[in-house]
Nanobody, 128 residues
Framework: QVQLVESGGGLVQPGGSLRLSCVGSGFSMNYWAIGWFRQASGKGREGPLCISGRDGNTYYADSVKGRFTISRDNAKNTVYLQMDNLRPEDTAEYYC?????????????????????WGRGTQVTVSS
């Protein structure tokens, strides 16, 4: 069955970096956009923070632009999220999900409701 599994979270000091991974199984990422979302304790889900498209194109929300970098390795069916210059407000559970990447549709048009097959998440805590 289709499954996405996140990993790479942990505790990091402000200004530090982490790299999250999202590994897919049961499907090929070649035809899917993969997005990252997060949910802080007591708050609603935020995102998509960034999206990796099937053609290597990307989308970033303003809140993470310039600090987060999304990339993919289709051979490994994996999408990565490199997070730099982390801030305490980045503390959250991070999730990846997939959305069908239809050619001609900008990644910025892929709203949260278009994503599915959610992973279980990986916790990122930014604290000194």
């Amino acid at each position: 069955q289709v499954q996405l599994v996140e990993s790479g979270g942990g505790l990091v000091q402000p200004g530090g970096s982490l790299r999250l991974s999202c590994v897919g199984s049961g499907f090929s990422m070649n035809y899917w956009a993969i997005g990252w979302f997060r949910q802080a304790s007591g708050k609603g889900r935020e995102g998509p923070l960034c999206i990796s498209g099937r053609d290597g194109n990307t989308y970033y929300a303003d809140s993470v632009k310039g600090r987060f970098t999304i990339s993919r390795d289709n051979a490994k069916n994996t999408v990565y999220l490199q997070m730099d210059n982390l801030r305490p407000e980045d503390t959250a559970e991070y999730y990846c999900a997939r959305a069908f990447d239809q050619q001609g549709i900008p990644l910025s048009d892929l709203g949260p409701s278009t994503f599915g097959s959610w992973g279980r998440g990986t916790q990122v805590t930014v604290s000194s």
